[in-house]
């Protein structure tokens, strides 16, 4: 149980809203745990058609907690909650819409390319800083990017691990819409409410296949990269880089081989 997910259901629509304003939305174990359950509970219960993932105005999130990040993942990768909880989203059955707004750090950015569309506040911040964090992408991103937005792109995104704006992700087609943040929730929210109006058989249809032909190899990668994301996260160079965090400072890599 965690208060820093919050779950309402309205008009067949989940809203699945990231909650932890203080410490940016960063996400902790209980927090993936919540999020993963939603994501059973929408695909087990017949009066839900649709989730609508979110933060607030200001953030959607700013990605894994540092704090528990240091101190390890608890256990094999699908076994942890951020591994269940990416897992469920791959493997959701109901159309996944996202409304992010301000920082979108980390898995911030790689939990929206399992979802079906995304809206975006033109304040939006996106960056996947895994390897700055002496770390390596997750959540499929190293096989999805580079297919989707060519591998020099991918790269440069995945490695020099920069920010990004909505308007930069819409170009790169990463995102359906960037819109005024104060409309973003509201975009997504129509998109969510047409959806729950569709033929619900048909929608999850369209997004099996969609989906489909790419799952078995998306999933093998998720494998793969949650293995290398356990080892690096035990690292120096990433023990250096969460210091550095908490110590408010620049990483100092310049000793590492
Ligand atoms: N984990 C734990 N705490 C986090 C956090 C995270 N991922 N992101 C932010 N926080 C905390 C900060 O330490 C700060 O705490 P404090 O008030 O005790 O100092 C608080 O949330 C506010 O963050 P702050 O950095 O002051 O906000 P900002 O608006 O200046 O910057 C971010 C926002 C998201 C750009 C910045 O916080 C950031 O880069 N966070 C780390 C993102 C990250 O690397 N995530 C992991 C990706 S794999």
Redesign the pocket.
Known sequence: MTDFVLTEINNRILTVRINRP??????THAMYTALGDAIEQADSDSDIRCILFTGSDE?F?????????ASGLPGSFEETPVGRFLFLLVNATKPVVAAVN??A????TTMLLHCDMVFAGTNT?F????A??G?CP?GGSSLLLPSWIGRVRAAELLMLGG?FSADDAYRLGLINRACDPADTEAAALKACQQLASQPPAAIRATKKLLCGPTQAELKATMLAEGELFGERLKSPEAAE?FRA??Q?RKPDFSGFK
């Open positions: 203080d410490r940016k939305n960063a996400l953030c999130t700013a990605g894994n907690d540092l704090g528990e990040f301000g920082a750090v980390g898995i911030g911040r960056q996947m800083p895994f700055n964090l770390l997750e920010a880089a965090f908490m408010k």
